[in-house]
């Protein structure tokens, strides 16, 4: 048969076996490929740069690459969705093999340095793992986007599949498949060696081809070989123009992952001087967030959990991205050409676009739609920051074109002049304390924590409640602190969220003025809203505090035994995620460990909770906005009533808000409550009957 | 200073609005106590002859005016006519409604009479022989005590305070010239479009009849809009009824709805969050009807009814009627 | 098209108001001052009017330092220009001296029409847009709900009690604005930032050629009459606990 013999212990193949003679056509197409390959990313890059405002994000070199590491080499971000994890693993770890596998076989061949025996069988033992791999992956891929039709793989029940997404998917499983159909033309010529038993999948195949002639073995073979070969130039050069660019646009874009804080929206910091706030038109964004879209997969994982989407809003994450994409890949390459044919010196004479980013691309209503929940920045993959862009935009409609929802310039005017979105008189913020005796920092500024109270829990009547239990749980374990009384403002976050960076940042810095002025280090929030606006957002505007939730408090104080919760309540509750504890902060196990603290409570989680919790439709300043169509707090509450719980508890006044109106809205309220975690310790102290009186007393002394 | 206590009457298509009298009983009450005769000026069309009505209640003199070009009112003919007539006669107090007409005639006339006014006021008497007039500021947040240093001293008193006292006087008509210039009748009224209860717009109605979540649907609102047509009312609706959909979103009062401040806001079925109070809580007065006695909207009530709505309601449309008819 | 708003500067609806122990006056401390919000009714209609007709619109104001701020705040809403009328002798001052000030201000400019709020939430007088406009020789049409302009004539829709008249007036006219005329806009960022370099004149009393003397004073400031607490009406029958509500709120309240 042909001419090397590979004997045991010399085990091997020829690289090239039956194709030497096409080794240089080869080149000439592989040059070709890599060309086109190089021509389509350079092309694409000068998209990249063409439009946007600078933005580099290059520092931190290390943590940069380690995030590279974990999450684009070793599919860290992907794999925590099991199907396309698995999926997208398979393709991803196949692909990174059998080009490297490539690699090998070129670097054999060209230094004529051969391994043979052992690391032979071993190499052509893992290609074929990893072909099959691939093989599977691609066929979970196809039984995925055509078979099994996720909603997430489209926009409101209709697949949102191109053309593009199959020519990728049939190319991977034709090179892969037409791989092995020349490796087992290969094993049938050299008639099946035993060693061959290795390349399993490659053995299998070549059973297929007994009998069949040499010359039509050899035929066939460097026919197929071609057809492969030519296949996977096509890749390569198909890949700029394709989905495929994601493996060039993805590790980038996790490579300038947001390595501020989680959620973190850049503040405006000029307002003196600027002539435009806020993102109107595609130029406006940063060439990051332009970037962002292109790294986009359209793999639907922000869609999935996004409760605007999920309960039929016009806002799909995945739909935003993209729509930015297409209009940048509208836009990008006019401006490119305008700005060419101006020079770097002259000034370039751009078309003004014909389509609105806000009104036209990404459509009015998407923009307010979104609760500013973090779903889709949690769950992307490929670090994607949808949020920032949709404050972007809602800047831009408030600042610039002071054109948006009436009930919200309600909000932010009572804002302005009372402090509280809800306009109620800035003299009546402390009201709630007065029986209590709770000190004013005006009083006694020597205390080790400032509680931050917060407009709900200050004005309305259920928050003040939250704020009434939490501050009896301060004094029964004896934790020196006090409140700013009416000296306390709004902490801004709905401003802020709701794009009015202005209010925002003149509510910041009042109080950042009067918290300094006390010389403040330590802060208690009951409100994750305040919580994550004054540990996030005031450090950017001169204010640095240590800030604690009351969750982690509460749980520090039961841990050390400066809480005893013994009275047993009985019933089966489930724990509520507030978005701004959670996704934003992390605090998933605080709240539960002091649940679970309670004797009597049988916790029970809800389908969706702690990173895929399910907002109650509060966040991003929608609690001041009227919500058409399915309301999120109802969708949200129906998930509560199918564990069963009878006590709904929560973390977040305004969630409580959205939670007891979903228990109305029902018609549960005989069956079912809702209750801040301040709120259940306490009554499992059992001392609120004995509670009333010292705090009496102390108002008398 | 002049002598003699003055009222503006206010009549309607030939019938005395009820302030009228109230105006004629008070002002008889500040000419006895300064010993002078109460005057009061009568404007409209055909209406010489219920004049004389003014005279049960203490007016001694009625000067009226007959002419079309009062009817409907506008500001020109009306302030015209009242200044000439108030001028040649110099009174020391002219009081007048503060309704609707009342506070347009009367705000003219301080300045065609160069002299100041209390506006709506609550209370009035006489202290030293000067007017001093007690009226609410601020939305009735404090009350202010006015004394006027022009002539005459005037004010306008909110209906439905002042007592009507009977006290039978001549009622003498003397009818004056208004000699209005017709050029200087510069204002039209187009058209008077009558209200029924119904189509009023929360956000200017007097009084407002609001149902929520207690309603239980959209046909439960039938008994609210007899209630607000007995009323001229409007009906309102709170988040959670405009959400089911029983009503439209236009009709929404709260932080999301409409801020409404009426006289009176009658709240049915609506347990009172903080973004429905949000929206009413500076209401002049809150009746709140709710099986709940928890309910927070009995908190900021002036009136509370605990019980049934769907039984309360009814029998408030029955007696309503009845009181409106006296 | 020459607009004129006059505005008033006021204590925001929900701040606190106390009377001064001696009765001179309100505790002004941390008050948190606003623009007349009927007036801000007014403001926003004259710029739609002129967002439709052209021109531009003054706003007028009366009052101490302070009230500078509320101009700024007409200006960032679209307003050209202002006028600041500061004399001590007019703080406080009652309907016919502000009146005399803004007519003397405004006799040196011309104007088309002129809108102010229907009252202040202040004084709640109701008074200056009446007297200004007779003050001018010049017609008036208040608690306007709704206005078109067509030529030279505003019609108007005015509500009064069970029923709403439609007015005709012609130009130039004072209209006192009224809730429902309009949804006031947010001043946007830029505006903002314009508004604090349009131009504002200051002038006193003696620039305007008046002395100022108020002929209605409040001559003691008093705390409200103690409201009754809230009242649950008790009782088994619906029927008699609906005939009590309803007598008290006729004869107590006398809402209806």
Redesign the interface.
């Known amino acids: 048969m042909e001419k090397m013999v590979y004997t045991a212990g010399n085990e091997g193949r020829d690289v090239f076996w039956n194709a030497v003679n096409f080794q240089i056509p080869l080149d000439i197409f592989a040059l070709i490929a890599f060309a086109i390959l190089g021509y389509g990313l350079y092309k694409r890059w000068q998209l990249w740069t063409a439009v946007g405002k600078p933005e580099t994000r290059m520092d931190q070199r290390n943590v940069r690459i380690k995030t590279l590491l974990r999450n684009g080499l070793l599919q860290a971000s992907v794999s925590r969705d099991k199907y396309p994890g698995i999926m997208h693993g398979l393709i991803f770890f196949a692909f990174l093999v059998l080009i490297w596998g490539a690699a090998f076989d070129a670097f054999q061949f060209y230094s004529g340095i051969h391994f043979l025996g052992k690391p032979y069988l071993i190499f052509s033992f893992v290609m074929d793992v990893f072909g099959l791999a691939a093989i599977i992956g691609v066929v979970l891929a196809i039984n995925r986007r055509y078979f099994e039709k996720p909603d997430r793989l489209g926009y409101k029940g209709k697949p949102d599949n191109k053309l593009d997404d199959a020519i990728v998917l049939v190319l991977i499983l034709v090179i892969m498949v037409t791989g092995f159909i020349i490796e087992g033309l290969r094993i049938a010529a050299f008639d099946y060696p035993e060693f061959e038993k290795v390349s399993f999948v490659g053995y299998t195949t070549a059973l297929m081809f007994q009998g069949i002639s040499l010359d039509t073995l050899k035929f066939s073979h460097q026919a197929m070989w071609w057809f492969h070969a030519l296949l996977a130039m096509g890749f390569i050069a198909y890949l700029p123009f394709s989905r495929l660019v994601h493996i060039v646009t993805s590790p980038i874009n996790q490579y300038m992952k947001n390595l501020k804080p989680f959620g973190y929206v850049e503040p405006i910091r000029d307002?003196?001087n600027a002539?435009s706030?806020g993102v109107g038109k595609l130029d406006e964004f940063t060439v990051k967030q332009i970037f962002d879209s292109d790294a986009c997969t359209r793999c639907g994982r922000c869609q999935d959990g996004c409760p605007a989407y999920l309960t039929g809003k016009d806002l799909s994450p995945k739909k935003m991205v993209q729509d930015i994409k297409t209009h940048w890949l509208e836009r990008s390459p006019l401006v490119f050409a305008a700005k060419q044919a101006a020079g770097p010196e002259g000034t370039p004479e751009i078309p003004e676009p014909e389509k609105s980013l806000i009104n036209d691309v990404v459509g009015a209503n998407p923009v307010w739609d979104c609760t500013n929940c973090m779903h889709c920045m949690e769950h992307c993959p490929v670090f994607i920051e949808h949020v920032p862009k949709i404050i972007d935009m809602r800047r831009y409609k408030?600042?610039?074109?002071?054109d948006?929802a009436?009930?919200l310039?309600?909000?932010?005017?009572n804002m302005e002049?009372?402090s509280n979105?809800?306009?109620?008189?800035?003299?009546l913020r402390a009201d709630w304390a007065k029986e209590l005796g709770v000190k004013t920092m005006a009083e006694d500024p020597n205390v080790e924590y400032l509680f931050y109270v917060g407009c709900s829990g200050s004005?309305?009547?259920?928050g003040k409640k939250i704020t009434v239990a939490f501050a009896k749980l301060l004094k029964e374990a004896g934790v020196s602190f006090a409140i700013l009384g009416t000296e306390e403002g709004c902490c801004g976050d709905s401003a802020m969220r709701g794009g009015n960076e202005?209010l925002y940042q003149a509510l910041a810095q009042y109080n950042i003025e009067i918290m300094n002025g006390y010389g403040v280090k330590k802060i208690i929030t009951t409100c994750p809203h305040g919580y994550n606006a004054l540990k996030k957002d005031y450090p950017l505007l001169g204010g640095n505090y240590e800030v604690y939730h009351h969750s982690e408090i509460i749980a520090d104080l039961i841990a050390s035994g400066k809480l005893k919760p013994t009275k047993p309540v009985d019933a089966v509750i489930t724990l509520h995620d507030s978005c701004f504890l959670g996704r934003y902060n992390k605090i998933y196990d605080q709240p539960r460990k002091v649940l679970q603290a309670v004797p009597g409570l049988k916790l029970v989680e809800m389908e969706k909770c702690r990173d895929h919790s399910f907002c109650c439709g509060a966040g991003g300043a929608r609690m001041?906005?009227?919500?058409h169509g399915t309301?999120i707090n109802n969708t949200r509450t129906d998930m509560a009533i199918a564990v069963g719980a009878q006590k709904v508890a929560t973390a977040c006044p305004f969630c409580m808000?959205m939670i007891s109106?979903g228990i109305?809205?029902r018609g549960k309220e005989e069956q079912m409550s809702s209750l801040d975690i301040a709120e259940i310790v306490l009554q499992s102290l059992g001392t609120e009957s004995k509670q009333e009186e010292p705090a009496a007393e102390q108002k008398t002394a | 200073m002049g002598k003699g206590v003055w009222i503006v009457a206010e009549q309607r298509e030939g019938a005395f609005r009820k302030v009228s009298f109230e105006l004629a009983s008070t002002a008889r009450k500040l000419a006895d106590q300064l010993g002078e005769e109460v005057s009061a000026v009568l404007l409209g069309s055909g209406v010489e002859g219920i004049a004389g009505q003014l005279g049960k209640y203490g007016v001694d003199k009625v000067f009226v005016a007959d002419n079309a070009a009062f009817e409907p009112y506008t500001t020109d003919a009306h302030a015209a006519a009242v200044a000439k007539i108030v001028k040649e006669n110099d009174p020391s107090i002219l009081l007048l409604a503060a309704s609707a007409q009342g506070k347009d005639l009367a705000a003219r006339l301080v300045g065609k009479l160069a002299t100041g006014m209390a506006s709506d006021c609550t209370d009035i008497k006489i202290d030293g022989g000067k007017l001093v007039a007690v009226r609410p500021m601020y939305a009735g947040k404090c009350y202010g005590e006015v004394v006027v240093s022009g002539s005459p001293q005037m004010a306008s008193l909110r209906p439905n305070v002042f007592p009507v006292v009977e006290s039978a006087k001549a009622g003498a008509v003397n009818k004056f010239d208004a000699g209005l210039d017709a050029a200087a009748l510069k204002t039209k009224v187009l058209e008077v479009q009558k209200e029924t209860g119904g189509t009023i717009d929360v956000s200017e109605a007097n009084i407002i009849v609001s149902g929520g979540r207690g309603m239980k649907g959209p046909e439960g609102y039938g008994i609210l809009e007899e209630l607000a047509g007995v009323l001229k009312a409007a009906v309102g609706a709170s988040r959670a009824a405009v959400d089911a959909g029983w009503r439209p979103l236009k009709d929404q009062v709260g932080q999301t709805g409409k801020t409404v401040s009426p006289n009176l806001y009658i709240a049915c079925g609506i347990s009172g969050a903080i973004q429905h109070l949000a929206g009413m809580s500076s209401s002049k007065y809150i009746v709140a009807i709710n099986k709940d006695p928890e309910a927070p909207i009995f908190q900021k009530a002036d009136y509370g009814i605990v019980d049934d709505l769907f039984k309360v309601v009814p029998e408030m449309t029955k007696e309503c009627k009845k009181l409106l008819a006296e | 098209m020459n607009i004129i708003a006059c505005v008033k500067q006021v204590p925001d609806t929900e701040a606190l108001i106390k009377a001064k122990p001696d009765g001179s006056g309100i505790v002004e401390e941390g008050i948190k001052w606003v623009m007349n919000p009927y007036d801000e009714f007014g403001v926003e209609e004259a710029l739609k009017m002129k967002e439709k007709f052209g021109g531009d619109v003054t706003i007028i104001t009366v009052g101490p330092p302070r009230v500078m701020e509320t101009i700024r705040t007409a200006l960032a809403m679209g307003a050209e220009k202002g006028i600041h009328i500061d004399d001590p002798s007019l703080y406080g001052a009652d309907a016919y001296a502000t009146a005399t000030a803004l007519a003397a201000a405004i006799k040196g400019i011309p104007y088309d029409i002129i809108f102010c709020g229907q009252r202040a939430i202040d004084d709640d007088s109701g008074q200056v847009g009446a007297v200004l406009a007779e003050l001018l020789g010049i017609p008036q049409v208040t608690i306007v709900t709704k206005l078109e302009v067509a030529d030279k004539a505003v019609k108007v829709v005015r509500p009064i009690e069970g029923a709403q008249l439609v007015i005709q007036s012609p130009m130039p006219c004072v209209v006192t604005a009224q809730k429902g005329l309009n949804e006031p806009r947010y001043a946007s960022l830029p505006g903002i930032m314009k508004a604090k370099k349009k131009p504002v004149e200051v002038k006193n009393a003696a620039a305007l050629g008046i002395t100022a003397e108020s002929k209605a004073k409040v001559v003691k400031t008093v705390p409200p009459p103690a409201r009754p607490p809230g009242k649950i009406i008790e009782g088994d029958d619906p029927a008699l606990k609906a005939a009590t509500v309803c007598k008290l709120l006729r004869e107590e309240a006398k809402v209806i």
């Open positions: 307002f003196e002539e706030f408030v600042l610039m074109e002071a948006f009436p009930e310039q309600l909000t932010y005017r002049n009372n979105p809800w306009g109620i008189g800035s003299h004005f309305d009547d259920r202005y001041w906005m009227e919500e309301r808000t109106d109305k809205d």
